[in-house]
């Protein structure tokens, strides 16, 4: 099979300057990055092109500071977690583009390695503009993107150079595009996704490109009630989009035609309140008291999904059951994230994940470690399972 995607194997970098676009946007606090997945994830990218001879210059964007340049904004301490992570000297150029950049990038050897300031700190950078996108590409010989989660913006850094130099998927890339695959491209079936969450509104056109592609679609979170208020249960107190009743009864009929069962809770545990170790207790759906609502799906909908899941061969999951962060109400995630945990150990399953909530549901779960994939990004992997193309993806396209 042909590779859709130029990666690192067909990559010349030894003497090179190599452009590589990486997702450093981690959690800080108080200039300290509290979370170094995303640092974890590119750094075999970063040390082979440096050991292949490559001066290996990063770029990246930091929070949003959309155009002006603040301190809170500044990469530079991020400069010393990547150095931590990859045990290797890192240094740091105060801008991303002209003369202060040249010159860094002009002292590098090769197998150096250089971090250059926040690329959001010019407008343009957002706007895909010319005149940055020529400034970057005219600081480097090739371009590597292994930056994922940052590919559904079509910017400077993540689409624009890409046209400029010859251009590669970058060893986190390549693994994140072969997991999306693996999960939805080309899945083994039968194939089920979890999709959680709690708004319907936020989720219509996943739910909507969902059924034609899975044949068990499994909701649960806040939006699982809209479905069953659309279906004439009494969900009480809880969340529930009642005004997209209509929505949710247009996706059950059409998830019918596509041959897609879509599975909702059949029971709920409820509380009056949202608040750890609350008085709850579990009912049907249907007999949720006007003033309860429900925080999670019940041991019975536990049971019924785990059966599903004993039968297929793929499963993507998006979003909670129930409110993990506050107990009792992480229960059914953690059950269910614990059997695709094992099943996916036992080679039974492939298992991919992603999403923010997901991703510290499944970690505090412990299972992470066992998932075939978990997705270190937030609005592509949605877009990804919304079937929309990733501009900074399609832009890697062997031409
Ligand atoms: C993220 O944190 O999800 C990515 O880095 C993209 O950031 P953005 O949502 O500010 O574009
Ligand atoms: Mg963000």
């Known amino acids: 099979m042909s590779k859709p995607f130029r990666t690192l194997d067909d990559a010349e970098v030894s003497g090179k300057r190599v452009l590589l676009r990486v997702d450093l946007n981690v959690p800080t606090e108080n200039g300290k990055v509290t979370d170094k997945t995303r640092i974890e994830r590119v750094a075999s990218t970063i040390t082979e092109i440096s050991d292949k001879g490559g001066k290996v210059i990063l770029l990246a964007h930091f929070g949003r500071p959309k155009g ?234 536990v049971v019924m999904i785990e059966e599903i899941i004993g039968q297929i061969k793929t499963l993507v999951w998006n979003g909670p059951f129930g409110a993990f962060e506050t107990p009792p109400f992480e229960a059914a995630t953690f059950a269910i994230a614990k059997t695709v945990g094992f099943l996916t150990r036992d080679g039974k399953l492939k298992a991919v994940a992603g999403g923010g909530d997901t991703v510290a549901a499944l970690n505090a779960a412990g299972v992470a470690g066992q998932f075939t994939y978990v997705s270190a990004a937030g609005g592509a992997f949605l877009e990804w399972m919304e079937g929309k193309a990733l501009p900074g993806v399609e832009a890697l396209r062997a031409k």
């Open 68 to 301: 002006q340049r603040t301190e809170a904004d500044s990469l530079k301490p991020v400069a010393a977690a990547v150095s931590d992570v990859i045990k290797r000297p890192v240094g740091f150029a105060d801008d991303c583009i002209g003369e202060v950049a040249a010159a860094a990038i002009g002292k590098m050897k090769d197998g150096d390695i250089l971090l250059l300031e926040n690329t959001r700190f010019y407008k343009g950078e957002e706007k895909n503009d010319p005149a940055i996108v020529e400034g970057l590409a005219k600081l480097g010989d090739i371009y590597v993107n292994d930056a994922f989660s940052a590919a559904h913006r079509a910017h400077a850094s993540t689409e624009g150079v890409a046209h400029k130099l010859p251009a590669y998927a970058g060893r986190a890339m390549q693994a994140e595009l072969e997991a999306l695959t693996l999960a939805l491209g080309a899945p083994k079936r039968p194939v089920a996704a979890i999709v959680g969450g709690a708004k319907v509104s936020t989720k219509l056109e996943l739910l909507g490109n969902l059924i034609n592609k899975v044949d068990y679609l499994i909701i649960g979170g806040g939006m699982a009630n809209t479905f069953l208020f659309a279906q004439g249960r009494h969900v009480g107190n809880s969340l529930c989009e009642k005004d997209m009743a209509d929505t949710a009864k247009t996706i059950l009929a059409n998830a019918d035609k596509a041959k897609c069962r879509i599975v909702l809770p059949v029971d709920a545990v409820v509380a009056k309140e949202l608040k750890a170790n609350v008085p709850a207790y579990v009912v049907d759906v249907g007999h949720v008291a006007e003033d309860a609502m429900i925080l999670d799906i019940g041991p019975k909908s």
